[in-house]
C-alpha cells in the first residue's frame, strides 16, 4: 500500500497563474481531507469530499479556489489566479467508510509558493 | 463553531524532563482527540488518541488524559530525548459531520541536549 500521495512535493506559480495540487488516496480509500497548513501556524481545514461528492467545504475560501474527487483518478485542489497569501503547505488526509472518528494518514504535502 | 485551542505556542525542556501540552475544545459533542507530531518539513504523523469513553491513555513515554467536564486534553512526554523536537497538534473530531477533525494551533517543543 502506497499510502496517500500528492504531487507535485513543490509548486511554484507566479500571481494570477493556477495551481493544481492532486491527491491520491490509500487504496480502498473513498474520503478525502484538505488542509491548509500556512508557514509557523496550525492545520486548517479546507474541504471533505467523498467519490464524485463535495461533503463539507464550510474551509473553503469562497471565491477562486474549487476541489473535486471525480469516480476515476485522483482528487485535485485547484486554486485559480494564485495571490502570494496562497503560499502554503497543502495536505490531504484519506479514509476508507467509517462509522466512528479515526486518526488520519496523510500525504507529504504539496508546497506551495507564489512568487 | 468548533475550536480547539493548544497551549503553550512554544515549549522548552532540558532532556530527561518531562513535557505537558493542553488543549481545549468547545464542541461538546466532540468524542476523539488524536495527538499529531510533524517534523520540519515532514507530513503529520499521529502518535497517540484518545476516546471519550476513556480518561487516560499510554504509550510508553507519552499518555494523554481527558476531562469532558471541562472539556480539556493534554499530551504529557516524560523522559524528553533531543528526537522528540517537533510541532505537536492536538485536534478533536465527532462521529457526525463527516467526522472533520479540527487542529490546535501547535506547540513547537525543543528538547535542550
Known amino acids: 500500500n502506497a499510502g496517500v500521495m500528492q504531487n507535485p512535493r513543490h509548486l511554484v506559480r507566479r500571481r494570477g497563474q493556477e495551481a493544481r495540487l492532486r491527491c491520491s488516496p490509500m487504496?480502498?480509500?473513498?474520503?478525502v481531507y484538505w488542509y491548509r497548513q500556512l508557514p509557523e501556524e496550525g492545520l486548517k481545514f479546507m474541504v471533505y469530499?467523498?467519490?464524485?461528492?463535495?461533503?463539507?467545504e464550510s474551509g473553503m475560501p469562497k471565491e477562486r479556489f474549487s476541489a473535486e474527487f471525480p469516480k476515476e483518478g485522483p482528487s485535485i485542489l485547484r486554486i485559480q489566479q494564485v495571490v502570494r497569501g496562497d503560499s502554503a503547505a497543502y495536505f490531504c488526509?484519506?479514509?476508507?467508510?467509517?462509522?466512528?472518528?479515526?486518526?488520519?494518514?496523510f500525504g507529504s504535502g504539496t508546497r506551495l509558493t507564489v512568487v | 463553531g468548533e475550536n480547539v485551542e493548544q497551549h503553550p505556542s512554544t515549549l522548552s525542556v532540558q532532556e530527561g524532563d518531562s513535557a505537558v501540552i493542553k488543549c481545549t475544545y468547545s464542541?461538546?459533542?466532540?468524542?476523539?482527540f488524536p495527538w499529531y507530531k510533524q517534523e520540519l518539513g515532514k507530513r503529520p504523523q499521529l502518535i497517540i488518541d484518545?476516546?471519550?469513553?476513556?480518561g487516560e491513555k499510554k504509550d510508553q513515554r507519552i499518555a494523554v488524559t481527558l476531562n469532558k467536564t471541562a472539556k480539556h486534553f493534554s499530551l504529557h512526554i516524560t523522559e524528553t530525548q533531543p528526537e522528540d523536537s517537533a510541532v505537536y497538534f492536538c485536534?478533536?473530531?465527532?462521529?457526525?459531520?463527516?467526522?472533520?477533525?479540527?487542529f490546535g494551533a501547535g506547540t513547537r517543543l525543543f528538547v535542550k541536549a
Open positions: 488526509a484519506s479514509s476508507p467508510d467509517r462509522v466512528i472518528a479515526d486518526g488520519y494518514t
Open positions: 469530499l467523498q467519490k464524485e461528492n463535495i461533503i463539507d
Open positions: 464542541d461538546s459533542a466532540s468524542n476523539y
Open positions: 485536534a478533536a473530531s465527532k462521529n457526525t459531520g463527516g467526522f472533520k477533525t479540527i
Open positions: 484518545i476516546r471519550s469513553n476513556v
Open positions: 487504496k480502498g480509500h473513498s474520503h
